[in-house]
């Protein structure tokens, strides 16, 4: 398998009913993931781009959380209609979606 030039987590972390903390699984991330996984497939990039689920990458409240490496950039409340853009502009360009960037409270 070649090394991917993008590595993408999305959250897909679950929480009982009641936990102090949010969760991403609750605010349709599995959807989001879903989404990620079908444009990587409509784009046939399997050698570029790699997408992984993840348990909680920290800024709960901010969820769903999705982080991309190598650049380290987390991207909060990310819904399944700005998948696409992100693979437009940060996974083909690397051109991050600047309006889906974490605030750097969370992540700085
Ligand atoms: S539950 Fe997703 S970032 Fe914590």
Redesign the pocket.
């Known amino acids: 398998m070649p090394k991917p030039q993008k590595h993408v987590f999305v959250?897909v972390?679950n929480?009982p009913q009641g936990h102090p903390?949010?969760?991403?699984s609750h605010k349709a991330?599995p959807e989001v993931a879903e989404e990620f996984f079908w444009q990587l497939q409509q784009r046939q990039l399997f050698d570029k781009v790699q997408v992984s689920t993840t348990s909680?990458?920290?800024?709960?409240s901010e969820?769903?959380?999705v982080l991309v490496y190598p650049e380290g950039i987390m991207y909060a409340g990310v819904g399944k209609d700005d998948v696409a853009e992100i693979f437009d502009q940060h996974l083909q360009n690397d051109q991050p979606v600047e309006r889906l960037l974490v605030s750097k409270e969370f992540w700085g």
Not at 56 to 60: R, T, V, Y
């Open positions: 959250c972390q929480r903390r949010p969760a991403c991330a909680c990458l920290g800024p709960c969820g769903p959380s």
